[in-house]
T-cell receptor, first 113, second 112 residues
Framework: GESVGLHLPTLSVQEGDNSIINCAYS??????FIWYKQESGKGPQFIID?????DKRQGQRVTVLLNKTVKHLSLQIAATQPGDSAVYFC????????????FGSGTQLTVLP | DTGVSQNPRHKITKRGQNVTFRCDPI?????LYWYRQTLGQGPEFLTY????????KSRLLSDRFSAERPKGSFSTLEIQRTEQGDSAMYLC??????????FGPGTRLTVL
């Protein structure tokens, strides 16, 4: 979703349910994507990545889906736990020498007991 | 701890003062990045080093900002004549030839 000023999109899920976090990326030439988790007061932590020649990649309890046609990424978290509560960012890697990340708008995930 | 470290973790300064932050990347990571993050936003790229060479700078990096990586290991980011708009979290990240960037905990700057 889009973030407006300080208002992050939010997602609340019950503990044990699955979570789906969506992200729209900006550059059709981007060839690599990463999902990061950021807890309050900490730096972003790598969760999972995917290259543009893939549609899906699975990790431990997480799955990333890539739809290049509509420039959309999603992160699925299975059996969401309280420790999953954080802000989640998708990031795209632009082609070029610097390979710096461009971050999308974050989503605040809150896991309810 | 073999992750990226940053010092200080918090810095409060008065407008007009100079501040310097340090980043120690993961050992043997030749790429080092600085990002800035304001509340509610994702990190924004500032600058990038490959070894000791500063190869790219964002337009966000005004002439009051300077970054160095003199020996290709740790890096410093200096902000001169700080302004209230400089208040943000300054993040450092490092990587090798792979694309994954490992972030440090950040330095929270507050300019009064």
């Amino acid at each position: 979703g889009e973030s407006v000023g300080l208002h992050l999109p939010t997602l609340s899920v019950q503990e044990g349910d699955n979570s789906i976090i969506n992200c729209a990326y900006s550059n059709s030439a981007s060839d690599y994507f990463i999902w990061y988790k950021q807890e309050s007061g900490k730096g972003p932590q790598f969760i999972i990545d995917i290259r543009s020649n893939m549609d899906k990649r699975q990790g431990q309890r997480v799955t990333v889906l890539l739809n290049k046609t509509v420039k959309h990424l999603s992160l699925q978290i299975a059996a969401t736990q309280p420790g999953d509560s954080a802000v989640y960012f998708c990031a795209e890697l632009l082609p070029g020498s610097a390979r710096q990340l461009t971050f999308g708008s974050g989503t605040q995930l809150t896991v309810l007991p | 701890d073999t992750g990226v470290s940053q010092n200080p973790r918090h810095k409060i300064t008065k407008r007009g003062q100079n501040v310097t932050f340090r980043c120690d990347p993961i050992s043997e990571h030749n790429r080092l990045y600085w990002y800035r993050q304001t509340l509610g936003q994702g990190p924004e790229f500032l600058t990038y080093f490959q070894n000791e060479a500063q190869l790219e700078k964002s337009r966000l990096l005004s002439d009051r900002f300077s970054a160095e990586r003199p020996k290709g290991s740790f890096s410093t980011l200096e902000i001169q004549r700080t302004e209230q708009g400089d208040s943000a979290m300054y993040l450092c990240a490092s990587s090798t030839g792979t694309e994954i960037e490992f972030f440090g905990p950040g330095t929270r700057l507050t300019v009064l």
